[in-house]
């Protein structure tokens, strides 16, 4: 890409150097025009490598020294500049990728991700850092997840007419079925976990804790149906959710968004 970027630029000058004679003017005044834009055209990436230099950032300089290369390939100057930032540039991405590893296995996921930034500030074809920042995304994803069916699955319906024998058969048994389901929901098999559940609220509608995971589970499926660009069955999802927790006003703005897009949707089509 940086190769790519060179060559642009130098095919950019070469279009500008080579103006159009104007009436009345001679081939030499046109040749020196065109000496003058190239010798202006060097000068500019020769400031522009040196400023990004002295500021470090490397990758912007190794760019500007690359045209240099690609502009004067029999300059040893640029040639030269240009091996020696690129190996600034892989001594820092050397140093910074153990660090930036080392945050992620101890599970510091906000230091491991500005420091892989860092690395592809430098580098940004740098594949272990890209690959790195995908997987933190993912962790950071399946601990959120992780942790709103952790709290559901603690909370307990209110019993206080059971005997306490039978409250504790039936604290079991309820710990026993949401922890499956919320198993399920971490495994991805999300449709078992909410057939497991919708058969728990109908045999208990007063359910609480079961209802709340459900709802959750409504929202997250909502979210694969409209990446299959299925929004009435993104929609009719929400609606679910919703109708289980009226007091989840993210749920409620997000499902006005969608209703109002389809129904956007459907005017432009009869438009035309």
Request: aromatic share 2%; proline share 4%; hydrophobic share 45%.
């Amino acid at each position: 890409m940086r190769r790519l970027v060179a060559w642009l630029c130098v095919g950019a000058l070469a279009g500008c150097a080579a103006p159009r004679l104007p009436p009345g003017a001679t081939p030499d005044a046109a040749t020196g025009a065109s000496t003058a834009a190239f010798s202006a055209f060097e000068q500019q990436y020769r400031d522009r490598a040196s400023t990004a230099q002295r500021q470090g950032h490397l990758a912007d300089a190794a760019v500007a020294w690359e045209v240099l290369t690609v502009l004067r390939p029999e300059s040893r100057e640029y040639r030269d500049a240009l091996a020696e930032t690129r190996r600034q540039i892989n001594v820092a991405v050397a140093e910074r990728l153990p660090r930036a590893a080392q945050a992620q296995r101890r599970g510091d996921l906000e230091s491991a991700t500005q420091a892989y930034l860092g690395v592809l500030a430098l580098q940004p074809d740098s594949l272990p850092a890209a690959d790195a920042l995908r997987s933190i995304e993912r962790e950071r994803v399946k601990r959120q997840q992780l942790g709103r069916l952790s709290r559901l699955t603690l909370a307990r319906r209110g019993n206080e007419a059971m005997s306490p024998n039978d409250k504790v058969a039936s604290a079991g048994a309820d710990r026993n079925e949401l922890e499956h389901a919320a198993i399920l929901a971490r495994q991805g098999e999300i449709d078992s976990a909410i057939g497991l559940l919708e058969r728990r609220i109908a045999a208990d509608r007063n359910d609480r804790a079961a209802r709340n995971m459900l709802a959750d589970l409504y929202e997250r499926k909502a979210d694969d149906v409209l990446a299959a660009r299925d929004t009435p069955g993104a929609i009719a999802l929400l609606e679910k959710s919703l109708r289980l927790d009226a007091s989840d006003a993210r749920v409620a703005e997000r499902l006005k968004q969608l209703r109002a897009a389809a129904a956007q949707k459907a005017v432009d089509a009869k438009r035309r």
